[in-house]
């Protein structure tokens, strides 16, 4: 154990070694989100750290020399130790490193930093959204405010950007599509034409997207959803220790080259721009045969006024044991009855959805609960789901 102060101390008047390293060793490990699993160790190298860097650096996004970049995590994720260490240190930008960072106290942290730049979860969106000490302040110093860890629905995104708008920050959210085994990012929105509401932008330099039929990997057409793969120079090594499960992420396609399967569903549109709709295992098959996409109905519950934010998992289906049906977890930000709330729900759901679809359970909570980076606890909320099953 070594406290904050002494670490700092340490590197006081320190000569840094010229190193002579392969780019392609293994310079750090990773940990994935673990939302819906556990999570496995990622092995990245100096060429994934620095291509990285490389492709943000050539977007046309207002970087400067001299920018404050804030970094609120601690370094087990890619997308803090690439995007939010790495890249702002090679641009010559002065980094703030805040190492015991409390969500709930993002609003002081703006404001004691002034930070140009800073990468946030959809959990300290909520906080400012929420935060008193924000009102008509103006925060026009904010060039970006990168959004990452989880999809985020169109119903969120518009909130967001009112929030942008109400305070002077200008209304382009750095948002884009990664993963921690390509590094943190494949695509990105960084303008008015690569920001359609619901996508995630296009390809990063040198990357290519193509969507696949998940059991033929044959590519599909444009607005044909199928898993993503991503191809680029960034791919991790490997899982440490785990060789089969790199096996069935790293794959060489027809074409020779080794594709990166990201267990995510999405498709593109005509303009390049990506789409995610979930990931592969969290869609829902039903008794019968059909399949549910859980994110489609998170965007259409999160369209009820009263409804801040909504996760679909599964539980038990009543109606036939060997099945499995969806239920919703939900936070509200505002007062509704629950039989009032069903009807609302019921009502959406049969206008927008085909008839095999429905809601079963719905769970009001004050607070959904977070993996250790932040993300929703999808594990957490199905053995929840479970649980309240088993009772009933």
């Known amino acids: 154990m070594i406290t904050w102060n002494d670490f700092q101390e340490k590197g006081n008047n320190q000569i840094l070694p010229n190193y002579k390293r392969n780019s392609n060793e293994p310079l750090f490990i990773a940990k994935t989100g673990g939302s819906t699993g556990k999570p496995k160790n990622v092995m990245l190298s100096d060429k994934c750290f620095n291509i990285q860097a490389h492709q943000h650096l050539n977007l046309p996004i207002n970087y400067s020399m001299g920018d404050r970049w804030v970094r609120m995590w601690p370094l087990f994720s890619a997308s803090m130790a690439v995007p939010a260490s790495h890249l702002p240190l090679c641009y010559g930008m002065t980094q703030i490193i805040e190492p015991a960072f409390d969500v709930d106290k993002i609003d002081e942290l703006i404001l004691n930093y002034r930070p140009n730049h800073l990468i946030v979860i959809s959990h300290c969106i909520d906080s400012l959204l929420q935060s ?3 009102k008509g302040v103006d925060l026009s110093y904010i060039k970006t405010l990168g959004i990452g860890g989880e999809s985020i629905t169109a119903e969120y995104e518009e909130k967001i950007e009112q929030f942008m708008i109400e305070h002077n920050i200008t209304p382009n959210m750095t948002y884009g599509y990664g993963m921690t085994e390509n590094a943190s990012g494949a695509t990105s929105r960084f303008s008015a034409e690569t920001s ?6 296009i390809p990063l330099v040198n990357t290519i997207i193509k ?9 599909l057409k444009y607005g044909e959803q199928g ?3 991503v191809l680029s120079s960034n791919h991790m090594l490997e899982y440490y220790n785990e060789p089969e499960k ?3 992420v790293l794959r060489t396609h027809a074409d020779g080259r080794v594709w990166l399967h990201s267990g995510d569903l999405g498709y593109m549109d005509e303009n ?3 789409f995610v709709k979930g990931r592969t295992k969290r869609m829902i098959m039903l008794f019968d045969g059909h399949k549910v996409y859980p994110l489609d109905l998170e965007e259409l519950l999160e369209t009820i006024p009263e409804i801040s ?4 998992v599964t539980e038990k289906d009543p109606l036939h044991p060997s099945g499995v049906t969806p239920c919703a977890f939900v936070t509200l930000n505002s007062e509704i009855s629950t039989e009032e709330l069903r009807k609302k729900v019921d009502c959406i759901i049969n206008e927008n959805c085909e008839d095999f679809v429905k809601i079963n359970s719905i769970y009001i909570k004050d607070e959904l609960p977070k993996t250790a980076i932040g993300k929703v606890d999808i594990k957490m909320l199905e053995q929840m789901a479970k649980e309240n099953s088993s009772k009933t």
């Open 132 to 134: 008193e000490k924000l």
């Open 196 to 201: 359609t509401v619901g996508g995630v932008g």
């Open 211 to 219: 969507i696949i039929d998940h059991d033929t990997e044959e590519e």
């Open 227 to 229: 898993e993503i793969c």
């Open 246 to 248: 790199s096996k069935d």
């Open 272 to 274: 390049g721009q990506l």
């Open 309 to 312: 934010r909504a996760v679909v």
